[in-house]
């Protein structure tokens, strides 16, 4: 065994001992090892490089490395590596400027968190503190992080068992390959999904309805993309009853769907919006929520009840501003919009031809490849042929970010039009691994 093998395997070994992870048994093996990256590759210690098609956990939307974004983290750790919150900071003053050249109109603070979960906790309290109101209503089709209201709000099978916060309530949204509502076009599965959302809000009381969360584009659930005009009739209905509308953007946000914001695809403006992931690719722990002026305001003479001790960090404030401003001198988000456009969408669109493969969707560098056991009933494809397909991938040199029976492609927006051919070339291959049973 040569000795970078053995450095993987002592990484994995140590690992297992002392490591313990989200979301899985302990005793699950874990092999896969990272030991370095640059754009969009990772590779191990014995050199086997991987295209990561998966961001990592679809945030290193400037790729891995990028030496903007490295240099002006160690920059900041020489001048102030760290400050209190409360303290005026000129890192966090500049981080906050560039979220807000991004945000919609209107839009005039920013309150900076340590990830996209404390975002939505502190999105949600400020809904509460403004309307005076409780609940908030979210999707059965989400993901809004792991601590207590983000949990909560979340509508997969993780909040199963840690629904300890108050005031929650869930509806469908549209996803009309696996329709709530018997819809067979697009126009139905929006009309019906707003009918039923306004109904959930007035058999709750809308007195009682804080907020209304979404994820613009839901990400971990199978970036199901909106159908047009369903955001916007979500913003009418929160204006009828005097609801805050919150957008989480911590996954489809700044770069990932070809747009800043993934809210720039709709005509909707919310009143909060959630975001971290792509704002800096994850360099520094880092998120926030912008605030609009409305919402800021009430907060003038009025004690905001939150606080964390690295909100602002000034490590994670100049990753922000670095990995914002590359983005914008380097063209990363038109990069984006074009690979899906011109490449990922019709390339992953061939894939149909695959037995398993019940429906492409998804736009940017954000997609999802639902596989079926049968494409007339659609039950979803087998764990065992997941497993088989995640593994045909990661032999073949691909990163795959596997999801129930979905194959979610998120490769960096800065990926080429190269890579992203290759990339689809090997997932075509081990879906016919796969199809072979």
Known sequence: MSETTNLDAQAVADDHGHVFHSWMAQGTPRPFVVAGGEGSWVWNHAGKRFLDFSSQLVNTNIGHQHPAVVKAICDQASTLAT??????????????????????????????????????????????????????????????????????ATGDWRRSHNEYARGHVHAFTPYLYRTEFWATTVEEECERALHHLERVIQAEGPASVAAILLE?????????????????????????YGIVLILDEVMAGFGRTGSWLALDLFDVRPDLVTFAKGVNSGYVPAGGVMISEPIAEVFDERVFPGGLTYSGHPLAMASIVATLKAMADEGIVDNAARIGADVLGPALSTLT?????????????????????????????????????????????????????????????????????????????????????
């Open 83 to 152: 400050v209190a919150p409360a303290t005026v900071n000129t890192a966090r003053n500049a981080a906050a400027q560039a979220v807000l050249e991004r945000a919609p109109e209107g839009f005039t603070k920013v309150f900076f968190t340590n990830a996209g979960a404390d975002a939505v906790e502190n999105a949600i309290r400020l809904a509460r503190l403004t309307t005076g109101r409780e609940k908030v209503v979210s999707s059965y089709r989400s993901y809004h992080g792991n601590t207590g209201a983000a949990i909560n």
């Open 216 to 240: 613009t584009v839901p990400g971990s659930v199978g970036v199901l993309v909106p159908p047009p005009g369903y955001l916007s009739g979500v913003r009418q209905i929160a204006d009828r």
């Open 353 to 437: 031809d695959n037995p398993l493969v019940g429906e492409v969707r998804g736009v940017g560098v954000f997609w999802a490849v639902e596989l079926v056991a049968d494409k007339t009933t659609r039950q979803p494809a087998a764990p065992g042929v997941m497993a088989k397909v995640k593994a045909g991938c990661l032999s073949r040199g691909l990163l795959p970010f596997v999801v129930e029976n979905r194959i979610h492609v998120a490769p960096p927006c800065v990926i080429t039009d190269d890579e992203a051919r290759q990339g689809v070339q090997i997932l075509s291959e081990a879906l016919a691994d796969g199809a072979q049973g």
